[in-house]
């Protein structure tokens, strides 16, 4: 690729002209840099980033300076092999003994993705406080193409120069090499065949004529002796007694010898002496066929060398017509002669038999039709080849057969409109000699106008009706196919009687004549309309579909068979972090952690119909961050499936947040009933040391003092100490109850099975209804931690019915 126009020639710089200078100071190095004629640059060593660019490498690269400075060496540099290039490629550019980067030839990418070929020289220096390099880029894309080139040249020449010692070793001919002492130098497969040897080395350096018997061979002797000396090519024919053969050579010489070709041509004599004996048979025979043979020159004006007396069909004496040598280009009609003439050339001039067609007018005036058949001969005497053929009058045949073709075509026609007619649609057929154009009457009825006749219509007035951005595709369709006969079908609008624009569908298919030329079409036309404001709504729809898909407030991935993505919203692609296209054709299991998902996504495709089981994965975003998502997935059709994407990040950390709370709530409860627990046991203390142990006493005093004083109480006194011993009696049992509620005797002593039984049964015979408490074999007598048991029992004590009221 060579360089813009209005860049100025490429000169090669040595970057060594600007090492080490002060680029912020020297103002000089600064205009020396930007009006360089070759792309430069300044690069970051350690970021690699671009710092500064010329204008000579913003023409040539395509990018802006702001863009230049955005890029870095990496994003342009690719090595030779077309791939990029590493950070240590770069840092490791040899230097050379002069303090020079060595000169390396890389590729580089332009802005439009072309890729160049350079031959980069760089040199470290200072910018600012940066450590840089300056590059100076010099394009060799033309020195490489031209490389490329020299090296298949090359190789193509070597293939050659084997072929043709395979064509030389292949062709009959005896083909050798003499130099100036005739001696040989080369000889060919059938040239040793002819000289009975087995390799060329028997012959190479030895004197011809010590294999030839010169007394016999003195024409040959003659003739390279000719050729030697004039330097002119000489062809001949001989005879060579001791062989009994003849034999034609072509001698061709140069200054180094001679290159000879050889060939039998005996039994060609043969033939040659037989044809002469056929000769005056051949007259005789041809002056009493009713067919006109004749013998013509091969050069223009075609001069009559022979014509049979047949020629008298014509009204021409043979005489008159070998007198005129232009009597056969007069005679011939100006419609066939450029074609005859053409067909002459091409035929003759590579020895091929030659059939054609053509008329004669007669010395009436009247045009006859020839069937001709000819060949060119060569004379084995050297004399000018000539073409001898025989031409046959086939007028009668002629006008049968274009009776007969008319009577078809028109045959041929109207099964064209009835297949069409059957076909649906509205047929129209154009007579492309007469530009007369013809439409059914439904169709011209479907627009709104009255039938137009075909001697009435034209195919200008058709032009009118079809839409101005239509009309350039109608007749670019039409001319490729009258053309190059491609299939003539299109969709075009035309307008109708009400001026709007209806969709029609156009169909035809051309006839050609024998001479190539388009002579007849016809044709369909349908009214799509329907068809088109179908399809017109259906982008609508899928426009609005694909805005709702975008639009989601969920992500969504469309996935084909093999798991691959097909199609992603926005929403999906903030999700995972992904730009633009990035996440098409990309593997589903590209995106998933390490961990496999609880259901796969082919389980969950083949959950068809309707909206497949819910899931959580775990997905992998593009900066590596993992984010949790609910899937649920259902199939579109048999290749293809959807999945939505939600974020349940928030509802993650909110479930976590809860499962904590409740650990704590547990823990707490613990702490409430290890404390309750605590509190109880002291409580029972309490009443059983203190308060039971004094009313125990105080009811043990009153008793005493009833049986002390005995009769000598008032009786209302002895009334009262005997009420209050009944309640010190109720309360003492009250205390024992409580005590029993707080710490039964049967838990401490037999376990919680034996106490929840007792528990139960006291509390169900107050309620009425029986109720059987189950243990399992072995746990009768099991006991738990002290907390266990005094939990569970406390739980069970809680759904106790409450006691019934008297």
């Known amino acids: 690729m060579s360089a813009p126009k209005d860049c100025p020639p490429h000169r090669r710089t040595e970057p060594s002209d600007v090492r080490g200078a002060h680029w912020n100071d020297e103002q000089g190095y600064r205009l020396l840099f930007d009006a360089h004629p070759q792309p430069m640059w300044v690069f970051d060593q350690t970021s690699k980033r671009i710092l500064a660019v010329n204008a000579a490498a913003v023409a040539r690269y395509g990018y802006s300076h702001e863009e230049f400075l955005q890029l870095s060496v990496m994003d342009i540099r690719l090595a030779p092999q077309g791939q990029g290039v590493t950070v240590e490629e770069i840092d490791q550019d040899p230097v050379g003994p002069d303090g020079l980067r060595q000169t390396q030839r890389w590729r580089h990418r332009l802005k439009d993705d072309s890729v160049i070929d350079v031959d980069i020289t760089s040199s470290d220096l200072h910018w600012g406080d940066h450590a840089a390099r300056l590059v100076v880029a010099t394009e060799v894309t033309e020195h490489v193409a031209l490389q490329r080139q020299a090296e298949h040249a090359l190789r193509d020449m070597g293939a050659a120069r084997e072929l043709l010692d395979h064509v030389i070793n292949r062709v009959g001919d005896a083909i050798?090499?003499?130099?100036?002492?005739?001696?040989?130098?080369?000889?060919?497969?059938?040239?040793?065949?002819?000289?009975?040897?087995?390799?060329?080395?028997?012959?190479?350096?030895?004197?011809?004529?010590?294999?030839?018997?010169?007394?016999?061979?003195?024409?040959?002797?003659?003739?390279?002796?000719?050729?030697?000396?004039?330097?002119?090519?000489?062809?001949?024919?001989?005879?060579?007694?001791?062989?009994?053969?003849?034999?034609?050579?072509?001698?061709?010489?140069?200054?180094?010898?001679?290159?000879?070709?050889?060939?039998?041509?005996?039994?060609?004599?043969?033939?040659?002496?037989?044809?002469?004996?056929?000769?005056?048979?051949?007259?005789?025979?041809?002056?009493?066929?009713?067919?006109?043979?004749?013998?013509?020159?091969?050069?223009?004006?075609?001069?009559?060398?022979?014509?049979?007396?047949?020629?008298?069909?014509?009204?021409?004496?043979?005489?008159?017509?070998?007198?005129?040598?232009?009597?056969?280009?007069?005679?011939?009609?100006?419609?066939?002669?450029?074609?005859?003439?053409?067909?002459?050339?091409?035929?003759?001039?590579?020895?091929?038999?030659?059939?054609?067609?053509?008329?004669?007018?007669?010395?009436?005036?009247?045009?006859?039709?020839?069937?001709?058949?000819?060949?060119?001969?060569?004379?084995a005497d050297g004399s000018p080849p000539y073409v001898q053929g025989i031409a046959l009058d086939v007028t009668d045949l002629v006008v049968g057969e274009q009776a007969l073709r008319d009577s078809e075509a028109s045959?041929?026609?109207?099964?064209?409109?009835?297949?069409?007619?059957?076909?649906?649609?509205?047929?129209?057929?154009?007579?492309?000699?007469?530009?007369?154009?013809?439409?059914?009457?439904?169709?011209?009825?479907?627009?709104?106008?009255?039938?137009?006749?075909?001697?009435?219509?034209?195919?200008?007035?058709?032009?009118?009706?079809?839409?101005?951005?239509?009309?350039?595709?109608?007749?670019?369709?039409?001319?490729?196919?009258?053309?190059?006969?491609?299939?003539?079908?299109?969709?075009?609008?035309?307008?109708?009687?009400?001026?709007?624009?209806?969709?029609?569908?156009?169909?035809?298919?051309?006839?050609?004549?024998?001479?190539?030329?388009?002579?007849?079409?016809?044709?369909?036309?349908?009214?799509?309309?329907?068809?088109?404001?179908?399809?017109?709504?259906?982008?609508?729809?899928e426009a609005y579909r694909r805005k709702l898909f975008e639009q989601l407030a969920d992500g969504v991935l469309l996935i084909d068979d093999s798991n691959r993505i097909l199609d992603v919203n926005p929403q999906a692609m903030n999700m995972l972090g992904y730009p633009g296209d990035s996440l098409l054709n990309m593997p589903l299991n590209a995106l998933l952690a390490s961990q496999q998902p609880s259901i796969p996504f082919d389980t969950q495709k083949i959950q068809s119909p309707g909206t497949g089981p819910l899931t959580e994965w775990n997905v992998v975003r593009q900066d590596g961050t993992v984010v949790p998502v609910e899937v649920s997935a259902r199939a579109l059709d048999p290749t293809r499936h959807i999945a939505v994407l939600r974020d349940i990040t928030d509802r993650r950390a909110a479930q976590t947040a809860l499962l904590n709370h409740q650990f704590e709530l547990s823990e707490l409860n613990q702490r409430l009933m290890q404390q309750e627990r605590i509190t109880t046991q002291r409580l029972a203390q309490a009443l059983h040391d203190n308060l039971g142990q004094s009313l125990a006493v105080a009811r043990l005093n009153l008793e005493t003092l009833l049986i002390m004083a005995g009769e000598t109480l008032p009786s209302v006194l002895a009334e009262q100490c005997q009420h209050l011993a009944g309640v010190l009696a109720q309360a003492v049992l009250d205390v024992r109850k409580v005590l029993a509620d707080l710490r039964p005797p049967l838990r401490e002593e037999q376990g919680l099975a034996a106490a929840l039984d007792n528990e139960i049964q006291v509390a169900m015979s107050a309620s009425g209804p029986d109720v059987l408490l189950e243990v399992a074999d072995g746990l009768q007598g099991q006991r738990w931690p002290s907390d266990v048991e005094y939990s569970a029992f406390m739980v069970v004590g809680g759904a106790n019915p409450p006691p019934p009221q008297p």
Request: with cysteine; hydrophobic share 40%; glycine share 4%.
């Open 176 to 379: 050798f090499a003499l130099d100036k002492d005739m001696r040989f130098t080369y000889l060919n497969v059938s040239a040793l065949r002819l000289l009975q040897r087995d390799r060329a080395e028997q012959l190479i350096g030895r004197y011809i004529w010590d294999e030839y018997e010169l007394e016999h061979a003195q024409v040959f002797h003659r003739a390279y002796d000719r050729a030697l000396r004039s330097q002119q090519a000489e062809v001949f024919e001989a005879f060579y007694a001791p062989w009994s053969k003849w034999f034609e050579g072509r001698v061709f010489p140069s200054p180094e010898g001679l290159s000879i070709f050889c060939n039998d041509i005996t039994e060609r004599k043969g033939f040659e002496r037989l044809l002469l004996d056929r000769e005056r048979d051949f007259r005789l025979l041809t002056e009493q066929t009713p067919a006109l043979i004749y013998r013509t020159s091969l050069e223009p004006p075609y001069r009559t060398l022979y014509v049979s007396p047949s020629i008298r069909s014509l009204g021409y004496t043979v005489s008159e017509w070998m007198a005129d040598p232009l009597a056969w280009t007069k005679a011939l009609h100006p419609d066939d002669c450029e074609r005859v003439v053409a067909a002459l050339s091409d035929e003759y001039v590579n020895g091929a038999d030659h059939q054609i067609q053509y008329r004669l007018q007669d010395a009436n005036g009247k045009w006859r039709h020839f069937r001709d058949r000819s060949c060119r001969i060569d004379p």
């Open 411 to 541: 045959l041929r026609r109207s099964e064209q409109r009835y297949r069409l007619a059957a076909a649906s649609g509205q047929v129209w057929d154009w007579d492309l000699l007469s530009d007369r154009l013809s439409f059914s009457d439904d169709f011209w009825m479907q627009l709104g106008f009255e039938p137009f006749s075909a001697s009435d219509y034209r195919s200008s007035r058709l032009s009118d009706m079809i839409h101005p951005e239509d009309l350039v595709l109608h007749r670019d369709a039409m001319r490729r196919h009258l053309k190059n006969r491609e299939p003539f079908d299109l969709e075009i609008r035309i307008c109708d009687a009400w001026g709007e624009w209806r969709w029609m569908h156009v169909h035809g298919l051309a006839e050609w004549n024998d001479a190539g030329r388009a002579v007849y079409m016809a044709g369909t036309t349908v009214d799509i309309s329907p068809r088109k404001k179908a399809e017109a709504a259906l982008r609508e729809s």
